[in-house]
């Protein structure tokens, strides 16, 4: 696993989606992209108390996404926010389908957890 920050680390495989982290007081932001590097990205994360972390994810138009939070230790969480995309209904809480609408955004991935929790998160362009 690649470190992205001391609470986020990428999978190898997803090293060259990575193009660029930020450490500030409590909060961590990776951006990645899908455009040269089209596979799987997993991580996996420790969040709790006033720590945020954030996943920025580059989009086009007509892209398609998904993110999956997976073995999931005390309940970890996420939510999806951005301009010029459309996050798909889904049945799950722990898996989200993101369509990318306008021709080119950032949406990002906010995990949350409290007290503290642990977590493995996929994100897939299809």
Do not use: W
Not at 70 to 78: N, T
């Amino acid at each position: 696993m690649v470190n992205a920050s001391p609470v986020v680390v990428f999978d190898p495989t997803c090293h060259g989606n990575v193009i660029h982290t930020q450490q500030e007081a409590s909060r961590d932001f990776n951006y990645l992209e899908f455009q040269r590097n089209n596979q799987t990205c997993q991580l996996k994360g420790k969040i709790g108390g006033e720590h945020q972390t954030y996943i920025n994810v580059l989009g086009f138009a007509g892209d398609q996404f998904s993110v999956s939070l997976i073995e999931p230790v005390e309940q970890p969480g996420f939510t999806i926010s951005g301009e010029g995309l459309k996050v798909l209904p889904t049945a799950d809480k722990t898996f989200q389908v993101i369509e990318i609408e306008a021709r080119q955004t950032f949406f990002s991935i906010e995990v949350f957890g409290y007290p503290y929790a642990e977590y493995k998160m996929i994100i897939q362009k299809h």
